[in-house]
């Protein structure tokens, strides 16, 4: 059993910046970030492979966000820059078993309690 702890979710004017930081009590092979607002369905953010050679990006958050990770510290990190209201939301961590990355909640294993992000204007 994997448990994934995030932190560095804030408040936040538009235009600024956070970091997210997810810590995995034990190896983990691809890892991704979801976002979720009341009332919506869970939504694919950044993933990225078991090496980190891989990454994949949410449209609406490519150009903006950077996904990396720190296998040595079992870590995953979310740059997230030019932030914008619509980013508002409970940001999530997952770890699946397996080498590369899904835009699927449903393929993920284990997930993070979620941590909140909001951005004013």
């Known amino acids: 059993q994997v448990q994934l702890v995030e932190s560095g979710g804030a408040l936040v004017q538009a235009g600024g910046s956070l970091r997210l930081s997810c810590a995995a009590s034990g190896r983990t092979y691809s890892m991704a970030w979801f976002r979720q607002t009341p009332g919506k369905e869970r939504d694919f953010v950044a993933g990225?492979?078991?090496?980190?050679?891989?990454?994949d990006y949410a449209d609406s958050v490519k150009g903006r966000f950077t996904i990396s990770r720190d296998n040595a510290r079992n870590t995953v990190y979310l740059q997230m820059n030019s932030l914008k209201p619509e980013d508002t939301a409970v940001y999530y961590c997952a770890a699946a078993r397996s080498l590369y990355s899904s835009r699927s909640p449903g393929s993920y294993d284990y997930w993070g309690q979620g941590t909140q992000v909001t951005v004013s204007s």
């Open positions: 990225i492979s078991w090496s980190g050679g891989s990454t």
